[in-house]
Structures are given as C-alpha cells and as structure tokens.
C-alpha cells in the first residue's frame, strides 16, 4: 500500500499571532520581572508592538548568520535557553518567524551528558544550536554550528522587509519540545506540527478561562523552555490578553501577594503549587485575601488534594481542573459553574478525542470504587489521526492514532476524573492484581494531612505494596509515627483486596522531607525512580512480605 499523502497546506502557525500583534499595538502582552525591592518582586511591561519589533529584528540577525554557514530555513535549530529570560521567547518566535523550526532545549538538560544533549539534537537533525551564557561549557563537543544568544541590545535595528510567512504542510513540525522525563536513557523530542499548533491557538483561551469577555491578565506556568509557557502567547495574543511572568514555578506567599497587586487575575498553575500556596492562606491574611481576588484559579498536571480543593469551594474562589499533555495540549476541563463535581472534568467541544474502555478486568479495578464518585468504569484516551491535536507520526504509539498512557473515571454523565498514569495501577501480590496507588496515596494525604507531606506508593510486580512517606516535621519516635500514619488510613485500608493493603509498619518507610525524586517541571513524585533510589530497602521488605 502507497504511503503517499496528499499535500495540505495551511499558514505558518504564526500567521494570526504577527496580524494580532499589529492589531493591538498598544495593549500590553508581557509583564516581566525586572527587579527585587525588600523581597518583592516589580514588573516592567512589554507592549504587543514592542514584541513584534524585537522578534523581527532577532529573525532578520540570525538568518543572516544562519545563512552565511550554509543553513536555510526550514532547518531544526537547537535552541538551549534558561527558561527564566525574555529573549528566550524572542528568540523561539523569532527563529520561526523565518521558518526555522526551534527545537527547545531546557535548564534540566544541563544534568545529562553532553552526549546525550547531541544525541538528542541528532535524532532531530538539528543543524546548529544556538546556546545562552549559561551553557557555554555544555556544547563545547556537541558537533554543530554552535552560536551563543545575544543580548536584545547587541541586536541591530531590522533594515528592509522580511519576506511574508512561507505556507506549509499541516504535518510539517514548527516547534519541538521534550519529554520531562526520559524514555530509553533520553527526554523524547514532541514535535508540534503546524495543524497542531494552529489548534491551540485558536481554541486555547477558550478552554480556559471561563470569566467576562475582557482583557485578564494570567500568569506564565514553568519554563519558558516548555510548551505551557513558551506557547501561551499564541493563545493570549490572538485575544488580547496580557501575561504576567511568575518570579518563579512555586512562587512564595510574598511574590504571589505582589503578582495579584500586579494585576493577575487569573492563576494558571501546577496542583503541588497550588497546595503549598492554599495551606499558606488558611493562616495568612494576606495570601487569602489576595486568593479572594482572583476571578479563577485553573490547576493541572496533578490531582490537588480534595481538602485543599473544598477550602477554595467553601470560600467561593471559582477553580477549575484542566487535562493537558505535551503531545496532545488541552483535552479535558471542569466548568466553574460545577465545581460540585470536581475533580471530574468534561471533554472539550473543540476536541476529536475518544475514551476507550480499558481491558483490565472490571472486578480487578473495582476495590476501591466506593470511595470515589462513582460509575466505576475506566477509559484510556485516545486521539484520532484525523484530529487537529494528534501529535506527530513520530509520537503516536497506535497506527490510526496516540493512547495517552492516562486513566479517567466515568463519575457521571459525560463527567471523568483524572486517575493518574497507567502506571499508577500496579500490579502487587502472588497473583499480579491490580492495586491503585492513586487512590492509596490520595487518602493517605487526606487522612495524614497533618502528618504526612508527601508519599508514593511502590511495588510493581512485587508481593505487595510499600507507601514512602516524607513527614511534615521528622517524628522523634519513627515507629510510632508509621503506627499513626496506618491509623489514620485503617478504615480505607479495611475495604481493599488483600494484596493492596498496607498490612503493618514493615510497609511503610520514612524519608526525608524533600528526597523523593520529582519531575523538574510539576514536582511530581516518580514512582519508578522512587523504587530505584531505594532499591536495597526496598528489596528487604519484599523478601519479607514473600512469606506471608
């Protein structure tokens, strides 16, 4: 059979981003951190005009320096930022203005070998990299053209007219991103081809907020390096919407207190950020009132604890849940006028995307339905080829399409609640049956609030389950705090199949606050980097439980 495909053209994905930024010159688009006074943050503020002008005269500087090598556009180009600085999405906008296709490489790649950076640039056929400062003793033996970045100062004023956005391919890649973690020894390249990118574009505020029809400013989420941020402004511009940069990922109560009197009013963020910021409000006047002030709250990433999830309910700071992938973008959201059911979330109109029904056995997967909101059946997601967010050939792990690797709960009509990755259902005990760490940990974390900061729950084709558990404060008596962490947990314990249960003290092990292994982006505890950072005690306990 022909792999022939006939050719769709489109506009380049920039295409209503350059028309928008004319159209609202004057607007502001950015608001940037540019200094510390007492510990506070200040911001300066980049107009939508401004914008333009700065990645037009970066896209006419560096084709003239790309194309005196030999590169033309359309090449990948390696670009490794900090994720922290403007002229990181300057240059990103400006490279694929030019048709250059910007392969983004972040601050975590500076922890892995050098040869595996190139590695990974090989695999895209990147032809140069262009580097911050910051890396300079990074890409001394990655074997390309190598540039480091320049300051927006050092950078001519643009001569002449750049050519008009060339038409493309809706296949053809105009940016790539990474994996936060890593597949076979490496983080995998997620190319978005142009159709993708459009879609986001153009559905992207839609499907997130959910206030008046009127300018918000909302704030970045992560890096500047990674698509949450790096893309958000082909979303805010085509609205007319302003963006405010976080001083950081997790933000403390002082700088998120200065970004509301900046004028944010709607807080996108990661739920082990917004869990840290909501215990912080329940005893500092400052950090409630400034949540009070916030017209929504949207989380992802993670489930929030239902605790801090019913404070902001009870309190009336309208909060919504949101699905999101870096191969798919936005596929799920809550409303605000049904917070009651939250964490359950509904598909997005704008969305081709289907819910497969797992093949797990029903009755392996139902120990623990009854705590949850009901329904009790579970879906893979899947995505069509024939859907604008299908992510690229290279991605997709189906023939006709890409699974996610996520679990939802149907909870009720046309309602489903994140249930974590696949492998979040772990198969444990002498005959490999299903055991939901999800549901274990979150009501650890419910129960144990007080005692427990964090935990994961481990044991993949072993005898039975572990929870490691990081303390809010180190107990003087250790065993005595596991006795009390099982107690609090007893009566949800009592309703699983034997093989899920945490049987005594031998399964739970006490680390030290912080020590888990987490995704640098969302703070994510990894189960399997977990079981290999504790390999030999872990391996003890196994040998025990085997003679039960």
């Not at 020894?185 to 459009?198: A, F, S, Y």
Request: with cysteine.
């Amino acid at each position: 059979m022909s792999s022939y495909r006939q050719r769709k053209t489109m506009p380049h994905f920039l295409q209503h981003v350059l028309v928008a930024l004319k159209q609202y010159s004057n607007r502001p688009l950015i608001k940037l951190v540019s200094a510390y006074t007492a510990g506070k943050p200040s911001w300066r503020t980049i107009q939508y005009g401004e914008f333009l002008q700065d990645i037009e005269k970066v896209a006419g500087y560096w084709t003239q320096k790309l194309k005196a090598v030999g590169i033309e556009p359309g090449s990948v180009i390696g670009l490794w930022v900090t994720g922290e600085q403007y002229y990181d999405l300057v240059h990103l906008y400006g490279l694929a203005r030019m048709g250059y296709t910007p392969q983004m490489l972040n601050k975590g790649m500076s922890f892995i070998a050098p040869a595996v950076v190139a590695n990974i640039l090989g695999a895209t056929g990147a032809k140069a990299v262009i580097f911050d400062p910051f890396y300079t003793g990074h890409v001394v033996n990655i074997p390309l053209v190598k540039f480091e970045m320049v300051d927006l100062a050092s950078v001519p004023p643009l001569t002449g007219v750049l050519p008009d956005l060339p038409d493309t391919d809706e296949e053809d890649i105009g940016i790539i991103f990474h994996t936060s973690g890593t597949t076979s020894g490496r983080p995998k390249p997620i190319p978005e081809t142009q159709r993708w990118l459009i879609h986001h574009s153009n559905h992207g505020w839609q499907q997130r907020y959910q206030g008046k029809d009127e300018m918000v400013i909302i704030n970045n989420i992560g890096s500047f390096s990674n698509l949450g941020s790096a893309t958000a402004i082909l979303y805010i511009s085509i609205n007319g919407q302003c963006w405010l940069q976080s001083p950081r990922p997790d933000f403390n109560e002082v700088e998120f207190v200065a970004m509301v009197n900046e004028g944010l009013k709607f807080l996108f963020v990661y739920a082990p950020w917004l869990s840290k910021l909501v215990s912080i409000a329940k005893s500092n006047k400052d950090v409630f009132g400034a949540l009070k002030k916030i017209s929504q709250i949207t989380y992802t990433g993670a489930s929030l604890n239902p605790e801090d999830e019913q404070f902001l309910i009870k309190n009336g700071i309208p909060l919504t849940i949101m699905y999101a992938t870096t191969e798919t973008a936005a596929c799920f959201t809550s409303l605000v006028t049904e917070m009651q059911y939250l964490p359950s979330m509904r598909p997005l109109k704008s969305v081709n995307c289907q819910l497969i029904p797992i093949n797990a056995p029903k009755e392996e997967l139902d120990g623990v339905n009854e705590n949850r909101a009901g329904g009790g059946k579970f879906f893979d997601l899947f995505i069509p080829e024939d859907a604008a967010n299908c992510p690229h050939p290279s991605v997709r792990n189906r023939p006709n399409g890409h699974v996610t690797g996520d679990l939802f709960e149907e909870t009720g009509p046309g309602l489903y609640a994140f249930r974590g990755r696949s492998d979040d259902w772990i198969r444990t005990g002498k005959h490999l049956s299903f055991s939901d760490t999800k549901a274990i940990e979150d009501n650890v974390l419910r129960e144990a609030a007080d005692l427990v900061k964090n935990c994961v729950v481990v044991g993949h084709y072993k005898p039975g389950v572990v929870l490691l558990v990081e303390p809010v404060s180190q107990p003087d008596d250790e065993n005595q705090f596991k006795a009390d962490v099982l107690a609090r947990h007893a009566s949800f314990n009592d309703r699983l199949f034997f093989h899920e249960k945490l049987h005594s003290t031998l399964q739970v092990l006490v680390v030290a606050q912080g020590s888990l292994p987490r995704t640098v982006e969302k703070g994510n505890i990894r189960r399997k980097a977990t079981e290999e950072q504790h390999a030999k005690l872990l391996q003890d306990i196994y040998t025990e439980l085997k003679t039960w």
